[in-house]
């Protein structure tokens, strides 16, 4: 049995395949929650491109998936210290991104 990542081994595991992006501000990770904080010009594009968006925050939620071992998991999106995106993914096999603005 292999140990439990911790919070910040997860943080910097998905930092480095994220890699160096001005237009994201923040990564924290909670247990199964992720938290993105993204620049305004970075949220604004993702919800232009919703389909793009969703697929980048359902990557992330598999990588959470994969780096914590847990099947419940969470990716929220901040722009300016306010949630604008939400991903969860259940262990009943359903996976929801919701986008909390329209532009």
Do not use: C
Not at 15 to 44: A, C, D, R, S, Y
């Amino acid at each position: 049995m292999t140990p439990q990542k911790t919070n910040e081994e997860i943080t910097e595991a998905i930092k480095t395949q994220m890699g160096k992006n001005p237009e994201i501000t923040n990564v924290i990770v909670k247990g199964h929650l992720l938290q993105l904080h993204v620049t305004q010009g970075l949220f604004h594009r993702l919800s232009a491109d919703r389909e793009r968006g969703r697929k980048i925050v359902l990557v992330l939620m598999e990588q959470m998936k994969q780096l914590t071992g847990l099947t419940d998991v969470a990716v929220w999106v901040y722009s300016e210290n306010e949630k604008v995106i939400e991903g969860t993914v259940k262990a009943f096999g359903g996976d929801n991104v919701n986008f909390l603005f329209d532009l």
